[in-house]
């Protein structure tokens, strides 16, 4: 007997298996540092600990049963809901005709770091949108992506709103390419020219454009300088007193500030001292590095492209498998150069 197909729409999760990890992080990473400081010849250190994380991991192996899954059942034309819990079980199936849409969306996280400047990330949230909203995935990559195969496999559009407007594609325009989706909304862009004090050059070619994005300079390695002159005064007070004591523990942790200090430094200024070039072809979109060190950032191929966006005076070009970004000098040059690709790609599809 042909038993009936389930697609898997979100991954089935497990709640418990995160708390667990940390609460046994603690316990083995933090029982040593507890006996250090709280001092060597203080035996009730061995005791107070064990004793504090011992009901938290139980707490964490109880979660550890606790999962949950969306199914779409799209023969029976239901969308099944469960959860389960150590206590409670619920299930529900949903019609499909009560959703009419997929929602892809995004949400900018800021992290605060003790070591240097904040760092944020773009997180995706997809959800099946209708009389009942269904979240089904939030993840910082595979967000498009997964927001697309659903939308194919539901036969619903997809409203997406990862640019800052709106834009709302039926489910059979998803694979159509950049170029393909500015011809069939009629668009004449012309070349447009570049704004004043550009300081950008773009060359035509017979086969590509290339636009020579200049180094950011000093400008561009202020982050790393206000990193470093926060940190090196909690540092060196450190590092010299580990030194002079041969405290182990004391190296490690200067070893732990200043190991992504620097890196993190290095990075910013190494980017600040190379040009790009930015070339489009036939084949594909490339960020290339140039002086000091060249080497091809990233690339997306121009099948693939399905979008380009701005924030600010970055550049964020998207297909399927993956982004592009560019920073820019300046949103007046960030929005003259998303025209010019847009232009190219357009005479592209002639």
Not at 161 to 175: A, F, H, I, N, Q
Not at 334 to 342: G, H, L, Y
Request: net charge neutral.
């Amino acid at each position: 007997m042909n038993q009936s197909r389930v697609d898997i729409v979100a991954p089935r999760s497990t709640l418990g298996l995160g708390v667990l990890v940390i609460l046994f992080t603690l316990v083995f990473g933090g029982l040593p540092a507890f006996v250090y400081f709280t001092g060597k010849n203080q035996p009730f250190a061995l005791l107070i600990f064990p004793l504090f994380a011992l009901p938290l991991s139980c707490f964490g192996f109880y979660f550890l049963g606790s999962k949950s899954g969306v199914e779409l059942k799209k023969e029976q034309g239901v969308l099944r809901v469960w959860s389960r819990l150590p206590w409670k079980s619920t299930e529900e199936e949903i019609p499909l005709s009560d959703f009419q849409k997929i929602r892809l969306s995004t949400e900018v996280v800021h992290t605060k770091s003790a070591n240097g400047p904040s760092t944020s990330k773009t997180v995706y949230s997809v959800a099946i949108e209708g009389e009942r909203t269904i979240g089904v995935l939030s993840c910082s990559t595979a967000g498009p992506a997964r927001a697309e195969a659903l939308a194919k496999l539901m036969e619903l559009p997809l409203e997406d709103s990862t640019s800052g407007t709106v834009d709302t594609r039926d489910y059979d325009k998803l694979d159509e390419t950049l170029g393909q989706k500015l011809k069939r909304e009629g668009s004449t862009l012309e070349l447009p020219r570049p704004p004043e004090n550009c300081t950008i050059n773009f060359e035509s070619r017979s086969d590509k454009g290339v636009f020579a994005i200049p180094a950011s300079g000093f400008g561009g390695m202020f982050p790393a300088l206000v990193m470093i002159a926060v940190v090196i005064p909690f540092v060196v007070p450190l590092a010299s007193s580990s030194f002079s004591s041969k405290d182990p523990i004391g190296l490690v942790l200067t070893a732990l500030f200043l190991v992504p200090v620097s890196l993190t430094s290095l990075k910013i200024v190494w980017d600040a001292i190379n040009p790009q070039v930015l070339e489009v072809s036939r084949d594909a979109l490339t960020l290339r590095r140039c002086g000091v060190s060249k080497g091809t950032i990233g690339h997306i191929f121009i099948k693939e492209l399905e979008e380009l966006n701005l924030v600010g005076s970055r550049l964020a070009a998207r297909s399927d498998k993956g982004n592009l970004s560019i920073t820019l000098p300046s949103d007046e040059e960030a929005k003259w150069v998303k025209q010019v690709i847009e232009y190219i790609l357009l005479q592209m599809e002639k």
